[in-house]
């Protein structure tokens, strides 16, 4: 019998990075995107300017990130500061009660996985600090998919 290999190695180096979903924010698609599918898991390196500040937001999926570099601010829904530097990992559940924000100290590059490649579970919603209503821009809700569902019936 005759396997042909699937393992994929990649140089994120050769990597083109595109806007984020924040200003100050690049990501340079690993895996789980469409150059590179998987089944089940999304991986991307972000790296931030100084400044940056993704305000509070959260997914319908996990979030996991692990910082490579840098130094970076990062509050839950209460507003309880962590800070984050290299070797920090960040774990945000799925739903509001995992939202996270953060503030970029200094240039900072992590690497962010998601358990998903489900273009309407790959959403963010921000939250209004004041009220904790969520959000999302019309046109990232259409580029994420999010327009029209399938339905589940």
């Known amino acids: 019998m005759d396997i042909k290999p699937t393992l994929q190695v990649i140089d994120a180096a050769k990597i083109k990075a595109r806007p984020g979903v924040t200003k100050g924010q690049t990501l340079k698609p ?3 995107h469409d150059e590179r599918p998987t ?8 790296t931030y300017e100084p400044g940056t500040v993704e305000q509070l937001h959260w997914h319908p999926i996990e979030a996991y990130y ?12 209460q507003g309880n500061e962590y800070e984050a530097g290299p070797g920090t990992s960040i774990y945000a559940p799925a739903g509001i009660a995992g939202a996270h924000e953060w503030e970029i100290v200094e240039p900072t590059q992590l690497l962010s996985v998601r358990a998903s490649t489900d273009p309407a579970r790959k959403m963010q919603f921000t939250v209004d600090k004041k009220t904790r209503r969520s959000y999302i821009d019309l046109e990232e809700l259409a580029r994420r998919g999010g327009v029209s569902f399938k339905s589940h019936y």
């Open 30 to 32: 690993i895996v789980g």
């Open 39 to 46: 089944d089940r898991v999304r991986t991307a390196l972000a």
């Open 66 to 77: 692990f910082v490579i570099s840098g130094r970076a601010i990062v509050r839950d829904l």
